[in-house]
């Protein structure tokens, strides 16, 4: 059973949108995620290739599939209007995921050429569920260090 927050989440320096986020437990330990309305995004299996090869670890990809989340949930609360602003926003997920390589090189692991490929997938995989098909790949991730 999910609980409902009721959340202030800021559009604008002048504005601010109220919005009700149900957040759900995971079957992973203290995990939670938001639930998402667009079905097709909240019923992918991010990161799939990466969690059936056990170079990756999951604690790492759970994280890294929380980066993928938040990422959805900000689309569908800010609404970007345009793939300039689509792009500032997985510019920031991007980001996250460049910290995250820390995490993967401590548990004996890296963003490698498989795991890249895939994240980068993922990331047009939610570009093109929220109608921006037209989205480069190579731009979703453009600030990538990995």
């Known amino acids: 059973m999910g609980v ?3 959340r202030r989440l800021p559009v604008s320096p002048v504005s601010a949108v109220w919005c009700s986020i149900e957040i759900q437990p995971y079957a992973q330990k203290g ?3 938001m639930s998402l309305t667009n079905q097709q995004v909240a019923g992918h299996a991010f990161l799939k290739d990466l969690y059936e090869d056990d170079y ?3 604690h790492v990809l759970d994280q ?3 980066i ?3 990422l959805c949930g900000r689309i569908e609360t800010e ?3 345009d793939l300039a602003a689509l792009y500032a926003l997985t510019r920031t997920a991007t980001e996250e995921f460049n910290a995250l390589e820390a ?3 401590a548990a004996g692991s890296e963003i490698e050429t498989v795991a ?3 994240i980068a997938e993922d990331f047009w995989f939610v570009a093109s569920a929220y109608g921006f098909a037209e989205a480069d790949a190579e731009k979703l991730v453009a600030a990538r260090e990995w």
């Open 4 to 6: 409902a927050l009721l």
């Open 31 to 33: 995990e939670i995620a």
């Open 56 to 58: 990756y670890p999951d």
């Open 64 to 66: 890294a599939k929380a």
């Open 68 to 70: 993928l989340l938040r």
């Open 79 to 81: 609404r970007p209007a």
């Open 103 to 105: 995490e993967f090189e």
């Open 116 to 118: 890249r490929e895939v």
